[in-house]
C-alpha cells in the first residue's frame, strides 16, 4: 500500500480492524464496511488503536535494522500519545524513539527521549513499566557516548538493580559492561576490573547456556541419550 492509495475492507473485526488501522499507518484512505454500526465506529474513530500501531511499525522497523523508519512511525505514535494523554504508552514510545536515535548514532537526541521516557516511566503512580531496566541499560551507553561518565555509572547502576539477572543475562552483560566503562573513564580501575569480571562471566554462563542447548537440538535431533 502507498499513500494516498484507497481500500475497501469488509468486515471490521479483529483481523479487519488491524488491517484497517495497518492501512491508515500506512496514510493510505480505508473504507470500512460492517453490519454493526459499534465496530464501525471503533475501526474508524479508534485512535488509540492508530497510535499503538504506529508504535508497532517503529518497533517492527527497528528490528529490521531501518531505524529512520522507526523514528517516523514513532513520532506519529508520540503525538496520537499526546493528545489522548496515554502516559504509560508515551513511556515505550519515548524509549523506542531513543533507541532508535541511539542506533543512528544522535545522541543528544536520544539522550533527550530517553529522559522523557523514564520521567514518565519513574512516575510514583507508574509501577507496571516492563522496559524500565533496558531504558536505563540504553540511557548508560548513551551517557558513555556523550563522555558523561559518572552519568553512565549512575545508568547502569539502576538498570542492574531492575533487572533479574539470571533471567536477563544479556542485557545484565551490556549493563555491567557500560559501567566498567564509566568507572575507566574516571579512572577507578579497580572497580571498572571489578565490573568488567562481573561482564565477562556473564557473557561466559551464556555461552554455556547456548552450548547446552545446542547439545540438547543434537541429541534430539539423533535420538542420542
Not at 535494522?65 to 508520540?78: F, P, R
Not at 520521567?119 to 531496566?133: C, G, I, R, T
Not at 568507572?183 to 571489578?194: D, G, I
Request: glycine share 6%.
Amino acid at each position: 500500500p502507498t499513500l494516498g492509495e484507497a481500500f475497501v475492507v469488509t468486515g471490521v473485526g479483529l483481523i479487519g480492524l488491524l488491517t484497517v488501522q495497518l492501512l491508515r499507518a500506512q496514510g493510505c484512505r480505508v473504507l470500512a464496511i460492517d453490519f454493526d454500526p459499534a465496530k464501525l465506529k471503533m475501526a474508524l474513530d479508534d485512535q488509540l488503536g492508530l497510535a499503538n500501531t504506529y508504535s508497532n511499525m517503529g518497533i517492527a522497523y527497528s528490528f529490521l535494522g531501518e531505524e529512520e523508519q522507526s523514528v517516523e512511525y514513532n513520532s506519529k505514535a508520540i503525538s496520537l500519545f499526546e493528545s489522548l494523554r496515554a502516559l504509560d504508552h508515551l513511556a515505550t514510545a519515548y524509549g523506542s524513539l531513543g533507541s532508535s536515535y541511539y542506533k543512528l548514532k544522535q545522541f543528544e537526541l536520544a539522550e533527550e527521549n530517553l529522559a522523557k521516557s523514564l520521567k514518565l516511566a519513574e512516575a510514583p503512580d507508574n509501577d507496571s513499566f516492563k522496559e524500565l531496566p533496558i531504558i536505563r541499560l540504553i540511557m548508560a551507553k548513551v551517557k558513555n557516548e556523550l563522555g558523561k561518565a559518572e552519568e553512565a555509572v549512575y545508568f547502569a547502576d539502576l538498570a542492574i538493580a531492575s533487572m533479574d539477572v539470571n533471567a536477563e543475562v544479556s542485557n545484565a552483560s551490556d549493563a555491567y559492561l557500560e559501567r566498567a566503562k564509566g568507572l575507566a573513564s574516571q579512572k577507578k580501575f579497580e572497580e571498572a576490573y571489578s565490573s568488567m569480571v562481573s561482564h565477562l562471566e556473564l557473557n561466559a554462563s551464556l555461552n554455556e547456556k547456548a552450548r547446552v542447548e545446542e547439545m540438547e537440538k543434537m541429541q534430539a535431533q539423533f535420538d542420542v541419550k
